[in-house]
């Protein structure tokens, strides 16, 4: 599988973005997907995450704020961002597992075989 992680760009507090991942591969309906983030000289965190059968999870930082999608027909995944914060600029990356891992291990960075190249999202005050 390979991604390829788009949408990203400056924009002001309080704005919205919508972030796209293309994939590759004719099993994507079958993969769970993922977001994580990295902010300059931060490790790399969670940010949202939606299984093959549709369910989704979120970071606490971004929950009521972010919505994560999917289109199989389009082999496409979403983050709409909206009411962005300073302190969402980072580099957003997108993931995907063909293990069919328990909600509490979506989170891990280590639960993802395939990632994206990064796209990066910058909210100026």
């Known amino acids: 599988v390979q991604l390829q992680a788009s949408g990203g760009g400056l924009v002001q507090v309080g704005g919205s973005l919508r972030l796209s991942c293309a994939a590759s591969g004719r099993t994507f309906s079958q993969y769970s997907m993922a977001w994580f983030r990295q902010a300059q000289g931060k490790e790399r965190e969670f940010v949202a995450a939606?299984?093959?059968?549709?369910?989704?999870h979120y970071s606490t930082s971004v929950n009521h704020r972010f919505t994560i999608s999917r289109d199989s027909a389009k082999n496409t995944m979403y983050l709409q961002m909206n009411y962005l914060k300073p302190e969402d600029t980072a580099v957003y990356y997108c993931?995907?597992?063909?293990?069919?891992?328990?909600?509490?291990?979506?989170?891990?960075?280590?639960?993802?075989?395939?990632w994206g190249q990064g796209t990066q999202v910058t909210v100026s005050s």
């Open positions: 939606t299984r093959s059968g549709g369910s989704t």
């Open positions: 993931a995907a597992t063909g293990v069919r891992w328990n909600s509490g291990s979506l989170g891990v960075e280590s639960s993802y075989d395939y």
